[in-house]
């Protein structure tokens, strides 16, 4: 493994080459299973949007589903909804140009939540422009990562340098979901990984924890909980069953 390719080691840490596979089987199995000839409009408007509501709850929202859906959400809800509804005409951006991408969903997820000035922007601190930079190269850079291990560490690092203002975690879990719909594992986006999140409960936050304080091996405790939050938002997905 090339020593410029920290994630591609780290992918070959105990337990996380099998657990990357198991999790990349389910969503195969799901999408051969339930048959891409089922996915429809419909079902892929649902999963953002069934994504978007479990990623607003996990930011602090309220809001249910059957909420949303009369489209009384809270604001945290709306603007989950918001970001996901376009995300998916971010695929092509964010394939070539990852900055103009994060600009883009930040200004989606914080508008009415942040001051216009600050919508698109990092923070004021160079540390921040470093990370949104850092995470721009990383997604261009190739490596012996599996698409599913680039997704969730996309999502980690947002999370943990929290470069906007405000709606980090929102964009976090988009950037996840959006990176899986590049990089071939979910292209029609009918997997809800965001629900997957939210089903693990504390987990998710214990695992970003151990991401932010505890180097290889954080990382590696957040690869194989990833691993599981991604087979819980299999189940979560709303392709027709057979």
Known sequence: MPSDDPLGTACRLEGVPSALAAARD???SLLRDRG????????????LLHGAVASARLAGGSSTLEEVRRGAGD?????????NAALLSLAPVLA??????????????????????????????????????????????PTAAPAIAVASVAHAELVVAAPFAVA???????????????????????????????LMGSRYREALDDYREHGVAGCRAWLLYSCVALTTGVAESPLPRL
Request: net charge positive.
């Open 168 to 198: 980090n975690d929102l964009v976090a879990r988009a950037m996840e979901r959006l990176v899986l719909v590049i990089r071939g594992v979910d292209p029609a986006s009918v997997l809800v990984p965001e629900a997957g999140h939210w």
């Open 36 to 47: 891409h000839r089922r996915t429809t409009p419909a079902v892929t408007a649902d999963a």
């Open 96 to 141: 070539r140009s990852p900055l103009q991408a994060l600009a883009r969903m930040h200004t989606l997820a914080a508008t009415g939540l942040a001051p216009p000035q600050d919508l698109g922007r990092p923070r004021a601190d160079p540390a921040a422009v470093r990370a949104v930079q850092r995470l721009a190269t990383d997604l261009l850079t």
């Open 75 to 83: 604001a945290l809800a709306q603007s989950a909804v918001r970001l």
């Open 26 to 28: 389910g969503i195969d």
